[in-house]
């Protein structure tokens, strides 16, 4: 059964903006640290992409600090990720991803994966 359902990725120009939805189904988010991961072309899956704790802190990785923002609208149970000034490297499938244990999530096993978007920058 699906658990994370994703959507709004698609194709930008440089510097441009997309926000990707992830709708949890069956379970709430309350409970949960949540991220998000991102796979490009002919490359390994990255290490977390930015997180955000049960206790609403987060994280981004250098690679994309300052340009992507996470967050949660919990009457929606819906997590966000926000992308800001898009590079052609950032094109890769994004997935998001859901952890009771935060460990878990920032080692790349999470309880719940979401079946990915992809997102394509380019001019």
């Known amino acids: 059964q699906v658990q994370l359902v994703e959507s709004g990725g698609g194709s930008v120009q440089p510097g441009g903006s997309l926000r990707l939805s992830c709708a949890a189904a069956?379970?709430?988010?309350?409970?949960?640290?949540i991220g998000w991961f991102r796979q490009a072309p002919g490359k390994d899956r990255e290490g977390v992409l930015c997180?955000?704790?049960?206790?609403?802190?987060?994280y981004c990785a250098e690679s994309v600090k300052g340009r992507f923002t996470i967050s949660r609208d919990n009457a929606k149970n819906t997590v966000y990720l926000q992308m800001n000034s898009l590079q052609p490297e950032d094109t890769a499938v994004y997935y998001c991803?859901?952890?009771?244990?935060?460990?878990?999530?920032?080692?790349?096993?999470?309880?719940?994966w979401g079946q990915g978007t992809q997102v394509t920058v380019s001019s």
């Open positions: 997180l955000r704790s049960i206790d609403g802190r987060t």
């Open positions: 069956r379970f709430t988010l309350d409970y949960y640290a």
């Open positions: 991803a859901a952890a009771r244990d935060p460990k878990r999530l920032a080692g790349g096993v999470p309880d719940y």
